[in-house]
């Protein structure tokens, strides 16, 4: 009697619908030696104050105290990979408490949707669902037209993060050649090491897949990288101030341009925001032919509008910001908040830090 340890932390698990109980028993287990409260939050309804007050670590998607509620807090952690969507907290620009985040979980479902999407559209797809449904044994000449693989197609890759990174790594197992672009120089192959989350035997831990690094944030060294003949470009970028509207008519018509494929004209996959693109200047580069095609998770607006002229663009494959959904996202998001924790007590650098002032 009284020798039991108390608990270290209290977390308060912030969650935007109510929590499958699975889920509750996942975090529990990887949080046994925390006391743990899980709130459902609710739309213009604020989370007590007393339950932040009482906190020392914080996870959330979108819910974060007032200041004078988040004195005891020793961490933040995100279930989103990105926290663009926080930046205008005081939180966020008042504080020094750590934030981190689930940057790292989302490459392996992401990439699947990535390519999914590329073979939905190169393999004609569409054409045999069709028949299907009308329960057709279609006759082979439909297929014929452009159907083709992805053996040698070069891929770009703006923003060679944990998803770019398994993007390249599925890119370059179904024979195609990768080429890397990051804000920063990489000149070493310490440089280009791998040093946030990485959900174990996925991605490009040491950077050795790309055959090309690229870097920059000027336009000059955009264009240089578009300019590379590339078959497809995935955009794998956070969004920021220098990558809002990063995209369009002319960097479109520079990929296009630069394409010399026999069959296909460049493909364009966006996973990163809506807003890193022209979405006007995509539509039209879709309908003109200057693009093959295009693959979008996201959108600006979202929801997209129904009478959005993109909807009907040409060759464009739209989901509504799923591709990195998957019964393993939180149980992973849970394994970085879990290493973190042992980091805070041990005093140690923590995984997927959010930087004030970067952005990301």
């Not at 949707?113 to 004609?124: E, G, I």
């Not at 060294?221 to 470009?233: E, N, R, T, V």
């Not at 929801?303 to 939180?330: C, R, T």
């Not at 290493?339 to 995984?351: F, I, K, M, T």
Request: net charge negative; glycine share 8%; with cysteine.
């Amino acid at each position: 009697m009284g020798d039991a340890p108390l608990p270290s932390e209290h977390v308060l698990v912030v969650f935007y619908r109510t929590m499958p109980p699975e889920l509750k028993e996942v975090i529990r287990n990887k949080l046994s030696n925390a006391e743990v409260t899980i709130y459902q939050s609710q739309e213009g309804v604020p989370v007590p104050s007393e339950l932040y007050q009482s906190a020392t670590v914080l996870v959330t998607f979108t819910d974060l105290p007032d200041l004078k509620d988040s004195k005891n807090l020793k961490l933040i952690h995100t279930f989103s990979a990105g926290v663009d969507h926080l930046l205008q907290h005081p939180i966020l620009w008042e504080s020094n408490i750590p934030i981190t985040t689930s940057s790292g979980i989302h490459g392996p479902p992401i990439s699947e949707w990535t390519v999914m999407n590329w073979l939905v559209s190169s393999r004609k797809y569409s054409v045999s669902y069709e028949a299907q449904k009308s329960h057709v044994w279609a006759d082979k000449t439909p297929y014929m037209k452009d159907i083709h693989d992805q053996v040698g197609k070069k891929v770009g890759i703006l923003g060679y993060g944990s998803i770019g990174r398994q993007i390249a790594r599925v890119s370059n197992a179904l024979g195609m050649t990768v080429h890397a672009y990051t804000a920063n120089p990489r000149p070493t192959p310490q440089s280009r090491h791998d040093t946030g989350y990485i959900v174990p035997g996925t991605g490009d831990p040491d950077g050795s897949i790309p055959v090309s690094w690229h870097h920059g944030t000027d336009r000059e060294s955009i264009h240089s990288f578009l300019a590379l003949g590339l078959d497809h470009l995935v955009i794998s970028l956070p969004l920021t101030p220098q990558t809002t509207r990063l995209l369009g008519a002319e960097e479109f018509a520079i990929l296009s341009r630069n394409c010399h494929h026999r069959v296909s004209k460049p493909y364009v996959t966006n996973i990163s925001r809506g807003r890193v693109i022209d979405q006007k200047a995509l539509a039209d580069a879709l309908n003109s032919g200057l693009l093959g095609g295009a693959a979008l998770d996201v959108t600006d607006p979202e929801p997209l509008p129904k009478d959005d002229p993109l909807w009907d663009a040409s060759n464009v494959q739209i989901s509504p910001h799923v591709s990195g959904i998957g019964m393993e996202y939180f149980p992973r998001s849970l394994d970085i908040l879990e290493a973190n924790l042992g980091r805070v007590d041990r005093g140690e650098p923590l995984v997927n830090s959010y930087v004030r002032g970067k952005g990301y």
